[in-house]
């Protein structure tokens, strides 16, 4: 069964970069719109940013200057990229995408297993 993966989470310093990645575990036909998420224990997923396939983005009002996401449709790929890191970014980071694994099928919405930011004072 295919599966969103995301790497790239860690630990930095306030003001520090991180990159986040995610992609499908397999082969599949074709991906949609792609996303990624935040939550910190205690409080409601929020929207960090999103992509569409023609590349039309969209940001959270508390990342917009700061991160950017990017995707590369060849390799169905999905990139955060997030700079000038506060300690306010910590959260777990979920990568989601609309995806459609075969051409018969409709798309579905799948989500990753998340993966840890911690930005440090």
């Known amino acids: 069964q295919v599966q969103l993966v995301e790497s790239g989470g860690g630990l930095v310093q306030t003001g520090q970069s991180l990159e986040l990645s995610c992609a499908p575990s397999?082969?599949?036909?074709?991906?949609?719109?792609m996303a990624w998420y935040r939550q910190v224990p205690g409080k409601k997923r929020e929207l960090v940013a999103d992509i569409t396939r023609a590349g039309n983005t969209g940001y959270g009002d508390s990342v917009k200057d700061r991160f950017a996401i990017s995707r590369d449709n060849a390799k169905k790929t999905i990139y955060l990229r997030m700079t000038s890191l506060k300690p306010e970014d910590t959260a777990i980071y979920y990568c989601?995408?609309?995806?459609?694994?075969?051409?018969?099928?409709?798309?579905?919405?799948?989500w990753g297993q998340g993966t840890q930011v911690t930005v440090s004072s």
């Open positions: 397999g082969d599949v036909f074709r991906i949609y719109t």
């Open positions: 989601s995408a609309e995806i459609q694994v075969f051409s018969h099928e409709r798309a579905v919405t799948m």
